[in-house]
């Protein structure tokens, strides 16, 4: 089964202050991916790569980063965390090739940004 | 960016009855799958459907694809109050990231 963890179900973190979030995984997946997940506005994907030290821009990178210096792991970074960031975080992870697609998410990360 | 959009927004049924979303979207698709979530928790796959098929059934799960109509609809037959979630399509064009939709949220009543 593959599985996909993630570092903290719930953070709680002050304005201004830098947050980690991580993603592992363990099928050796070339591609991962970082959503944040508001009401009413679904999925919105922040970053993904698809190699080591490779990464893209999805449709909200704004205030994110994100570091992949191994395969399993893919971190995501908030330099300067701010209010309107507090949300819900999921990673996930997808094997190669484009014909196949399924996705394998991790269980989540509630951050609160007070 | 989001591209399939489910409808309806909310479905509310009782126990034994067929619940029927679906999914519209904007462009073309290698494939379209159906996600689940349970309250706060992550996604778990459910279906995938390539873009030459045109049904596919899993359990109680059956979908379908028209491509013609850039749609999609997700059918959960006799359903239980453990199917009660939220249900996402997510399509996947020429890029490396699904594209989800904001979901229908699935309440069964026993």
């Known amino acids: 089964d593959v599985k996909v963890t993630q570092s903290s179900r719930y953070l709680v973190k002050r304005t201004g202050e830098k947050v980690f979030l991580e993603c592992v995984q363990d099928m050796d997946h070339e591609n991962m991916f970082w959503y944040r997940q508001d009401p009413g506005l679904g999925l919105r994907l922040i970053y993904f790569?698809?190699?080591?030290?490779?990464?893209e821009k999805g449709d909200i990178p704004e205030g994110y980063s994100v570091s992949r210096e191994k395969k399993e792991r893919f971190s995501l970074i908030l330099e300067s965390a701010s209010t309107n960031q507090t949300s819900m975080y999921l990673c996930a992870s997808r094997g190669s090739g484009l014909i196949f697609g399924t996705q394998y998410f991790g269980p989540g990360t509630r951050l609160l940004v007070l | 960016s989001q591209q399939g959009e489910e409808d309806p927004q909310a479905l509310s049924i009782q126990e034994g009855e067929n619940a029927t979303m679906n999914c519209s979207y904007k462009t073309s698709i290698n494939n379209l799958q159906w996600y689940r979530q349970n309250s706060g928790r992550g996604l778990v796959h459910l279906i995938l459907?390539?873009?030459?098929?045109r049904e596919k059934h899993s359990g109680r799960l059956r979908v379908t694809l028209d491509t013609s109509k850039k749609s999609s609809s997700l059918l959960i037959t006799a359903s239980r109050a453990a199917d009660t979630a939220s249900y996402f399509c997510?399509?996947?064009?020429?890029?490396?990231?699904?594209?989800f939709g904001k979901g229908t949220s699935l309440l069964v009543t026993p």
């Open positions: 459907i390539r873009s030459n098929e």
């Open positions: 790569s698809y190699d080591v030290k490779m990464k």
């Open positions: 997510a399509t996947l064009d020429s890029g490396y990231a699904l594209n």
